[in-house]
């Protein structure tokens, strides 16, 4: 065997080696939880006013025991009132496109697969510009980007019932469809729009960020994507029967149908709740859940918490680069595509097999 070949065969078994790693879902989650903690504490400490961590525990420890506890001048607003809201929505948004993302390619057993395979993020999209041509107010095009989210998949969903044939392809097909539709309604909406004010705020929501979030925002959308992610948590383990095909899981006893259903359902509503208050953020929830089969295999009882906590360690971190590393804060969905792209290309370039 030559020098080349040698070489060749070494990256070859170190690849396979870091593959492979197949942490218990504990160690991988204890690990994961640890980082998470820390990165929420260094997260309030950044910004262009600079907060020491030590300020930030007692900030957080004196509002959670009501102790009366000495701080600086405007450490209790920026903590509490500007940066709580953002970080607490940064982790539940990248959870959620994760979960969504993971439990998607296993029903679909497609690794391609992301969140808005159904239209989501075309129909959030037209209902956010829709809402800031009629109004430009927060609430209302939250309101209305989670009906068009939520009317996008719907649709899908009863285009796929009346499909002869494979139900699951036809959902997929149907979902394309109706995206394109729906994108361009989006379209339509930005031509019509106010080119000095309303098309930069159609387009800046379009490239997703997490500015606007406030208290309230959290307190209503973060109750269905909890919700959700519960549900599918607790339903896991029927994604590895689903993901072995439909007739195994029939033949398992498993009503396909109504399991499709439930995940259609629950994937939809924490991916609208997290895509009407942060606009759109791809590649979250198609690059994480490679990642965490890397780490845990493909066995979603495991798989699923390890990519809900990557994906909200992944999100914060790269929300926390978007508040620093320039002058003016740049969109999220820019960071998550130029750090996700070429890191999915890596995979595709090393020809990821056996997720499944």
Same mark, same amino acid.
């Given at each position: 065997?030559?020098t080349s070949s040698e070489c060749t065969l070494?990256?070859?078994?170190?690849?396979?080696?870091?593959?492979?790693?197949?942490?218990?879902?504990?160690?991988?989650?204890?690990?994961?939880?640890? &980082?998470?903690?820390?990165?929420?504490?260094?997260?309030?400490?950044?910004?262009?006013?600079? &907060?020491?961590?030590?300020?930030?525990?007692?900030?957080?420890?004196?509002?959670?025991?009501?102790?009366?506890?000495?701080?600086?001048?405007?450490?209790?607003?920026?903590?509490?009132?500007?940066?709580?809201?953002?970080?607490?929505?940064?982790?539940?948004?990248?959870?959620?496109?994760?979960?969504?993302?993971?439990?998607?390619?296993?029903?679909?057993?497609?690794?391609?697969?992301?969140?808005?395979?159904?239209?989501?993020?075309?129909?959030?999209?037209?209902?956010?510009?829709?809402?800031?041509?009629?109004?430009?107010?927060?609430?209302?095009?939250? =309101?209305?980007?989670?009906?068009?989210?939520?009317?996008?998949?719907?649709?899908?969903? *009863?285009?796929?019932?009346?499909?002869?044939?494979?139900?699951?392809?036809?959902?997929?097909?149907?979902?394309?469809?109706?995206?394109?539709? *729906?994108?361009?309604?989006?379209?339509?909406?930005?031509?019509?729009?106010?080119?000095?004010?309303?098309?930069?705020?159609?387009?800046?929501?379009?490239?997703?960020?997490?500015?606007?979030?406030?208290?309230?925002?959290?307190?209503?959308?973060?109750?269905?994507?909890?919700?959700?992610?519960?549900?599918?948590?607790?339903?896991?383990?029927?994604?590895?029967?689903?993901?072995?095909?439909?007739?195994?899981?029939?033949?398992?006893?498993?009503?396909t149908d109504l399991l499709r259903g439930v995940?259609? &359902?629950?994937?939809?509503?924490?991916?609208?709740?997290?895509?009407?208050?942060?606009?759109?953020?791809?590649? &979250?929830?198609?690059?994480?859940?490679?990642?965490?089969?890397?780490?845990?295999?493909?066995?979603?009882?495991?798989?699923?918490? =390890?990519?809900?906590?990557?994906?909200?360690?992944?999100?914060?971190?790269?929300?926390?680069?978007?508040?620093?590393?320039?002058?003016?804060?740049?969109?999220?969905?820019?960071?998550?595509?130029?750090?996700?792209?070429?890191?999915?290309?890596?995979?595709?370039?090393?020809?990821?097999?056996?997720?499944?």
């Open positions: 065997m030559n070494k990256k070859e078994k170190r690849w396979n080696a870091f593959r492979t790693l197949n942490l218990s879902g504990v160690s991988a989650s204890l690990i994961l939880a640890t &980082v998470l903690a820390v990165l929420f504490i260094f997260s309030f400490a950044i910004g262009r006013y600079p &907060v020491s961590p030590v300020d930030v525990i007692k900030t957080l420890w004196s509002v959670i025991f009501s102790l009366d506890i000495t701080l600086p001048p405007n450490v209790e607003n920026v903590v509490i009132n500007l940066r709580f809201p953002r970080i607490i929505a940064a982790m539940l948004v990248g959870a959620s496109l994760s979960v969504a993302g993971t439990s998607f390619q296993g029903l679909f057993r497609n690794p391609l697969v992301s969140p808005d395979i159904l239209g989501v993020a075309s129909g959030a999209g037209f209902g956010a510009a829709l809402g800031i041509i009629i109004s430009g107010h927060g609430f209302i095009i939250q =309101v209305l980007s989670f009906t068009g989210a939520m009317m996008a998949v719907a649709l899908s969903y *009863f285009i796929s019932r009346v499909v002869k044939g494979n139900q699951t392809l036809g959902l997929i097909l149907a979902g394309i469809a109706i995206g394109s539709l *729906f994108n361009a309604f989006l379209s339509l909406m930005k031509y019509a729009a106010d080119t000095t004010d309303q098309l930069p705020t159609i387009t800046y929501w379009l490239m997703g960020s997490l500015n606007a979030v406030d208290r309230q925002d959290i307190l209503v959308t973060g109750l269905p994507m909890l919700a959700g992610i519960t549900i599918l948590m607790l339903m896991r383990w029927r994604l590895n029967v689903l993901a072995m095909g439909e007739e195994e899981a029939m033949a398992l006893g498993i009503n995940v259609v &359902v629950c994937c939809t509503v924490i991916t609208a709740s997290a895509v009407c208050i942060s606009g759109i953020i791809g590649w &979250v929830g198609l690059v994480i859940p490679h990642i965490g089969r890397m780490v845990v295999g493909p066995c979603h009882r495991k798989l699923l918490p =390890v990519s809900a906590l990557l994906g909200a360690t992944f999100l914060l971190f790269i929300d926390d680069l978007c508040r620093v590393i320039a002058r003016v804060e740049i969109p999220i969905g820019i960071l998550t595509a130029i750090i996700g792209v070429p890191f999915f290309l890596y995979l595709l370039a090393k020809g990821r097999r056996g997720w499944a």
